[in-house]
């Protein structure tokens, strides 16, 4: 979160997997129930529901805007604030970008003030206006002044990857490719192979801690299923990458998300690469832009409002 003059600029990266602001990481499910819950951590209490956020996966048209409204929450209380002027910075999938951002803006500007509860406090909030980016390119904005030559980005996320070509710092829109190689598909992968192999399920938040290198307690037999699994989706993301014209001895590689993590915690490191292991980087970098742009219209330079 930034401040800029009297508003506060959030920046929010909605994921299929994970919700990222600068500072926070928070599993994207939502569910929503009628009554009060036994546990009010992680609740939202909005438009007289209590919506309960890292459960399930997003499926319903609302559930972004449930998701949006707790990672102002997130953000603000970190601060200790609960009134506030926000400026949202959001991002797109490069293949949706100039499609959907201005619906998506729209989307989330639907109510200019909002009140809303999270962990026993009320918010009120003012959404004055709303910034839309494209993913991946946003994250690695710190290192474009070092893209010289031919460059790759492979923004990759839960559900796809995201590919874009950077050539002498220049975005060229239309190498723009989404591959649907997301993390998710090595989890069912070794989800798959421990049931094949020992009959048994594997519950997802091992498998994250395994993609992490967190330390747990797990047995050699299991941890080399993994392994594999892990080791066969990292091929398919680099064969994906070879299909979409990357080659390791004349570019660049910047590797993005999740995606990032998986790859440099087991070894595949690819020549001339740099991974961003920092999954809030999109959302630092929406940050970042907005600022710059509302920076620039204050000195009459360009237009506040950037959908």
């Known amino acids: 979160m930034i401040k800029f003059n009297d508003t506060f600029i959030i920046g929010i990266d909605h994921g299929y997997g994970n919700l990222k602001t600068a500072n926070t990481v928070t599993p994207s499910g939502v569910k929503i129930h009628e009554s009060e819950p036994p546990f009010k951590k992680d609740v ?21 805007y449930y998701l949006t409204l707790y990672g102002i929450a997130q953000e603000l209380s970190l601060a200790g604030i609960t009134d506030s002027h926000v400026h949202l910075a959001v991002g797109l999938s490069l293949m949706w970008y100039s ?18 509860g999270y962990n026993g406090k009320t ?6 206006s709303v910034s839309v980016y494209p993913q991946g390119y946003c994250a690695v904005y710190d290192k474009l002044r070092d893209m010289d030559g031919v460059n790759m980005i492979a923004d990759i996320g839960n559900g796809t990857m995201n590919i874009l070509k950077v ?10 490719r989404t591959e649907k190689l997301g993390v998710e598909k090595c989890v069912f992968r070794i989800r798959n192979a421990v049931m094949n192999k020992f009959h ?15 330390e747990q307690e797990l047995p050699e037999e299991y941890r080399k299923v993994m392994e594999n699994c ?27 998300g999740g995606g990032a993590v998986v790859m440099s915690n087991h070894n595949i490191n690819p020549p001339n690469t740099t991974f961003i292991t920092d999954i809030c980087a999109n959302a630092k970098g929406y940050e970042f832009q907005a600022k710059r742009n509302l920076r620039k219209c204050a000195d009459g330079k360009g237009n506040k409002s950037q959908a």
Do not use: P, W
């Not at 951002?101 to 809303?116: C, D, I, K, P, T």
């Open 123 to 128: 918010y009120h909030i003012y959404i004055d």
């Open 167 to 176: 050539i002498d710092h220049k975005c060229i829109i239309d190498s723009c």
């Open 230 to 256: 892990t080791a066969d989706y990292c091929s398919d993301i680099l064969a994906a990458l070879y299909n979409n014209e990357y080659n390791s001895k004349l570019m660049k590689l910047y590797v993005v």
């Open 44 to 64: 939202l209490e909005y438009d007289g529901k209590y919506i309960c956020i890292g459960e399930n996966h997003k499926t319903a048209d609302m559930d972004n």
């Open 200 to 214: 048994e399920g594997i519950d997802e938040s091992i498998i994250t801690k395994f993609f992490r290198n967190e």
């Open 99 to 116: 499609e959907q951002r201005e619906s998506f803006a729209e989307y989330l500007r639907q109510n200019e003030y909002v009140e809303f």
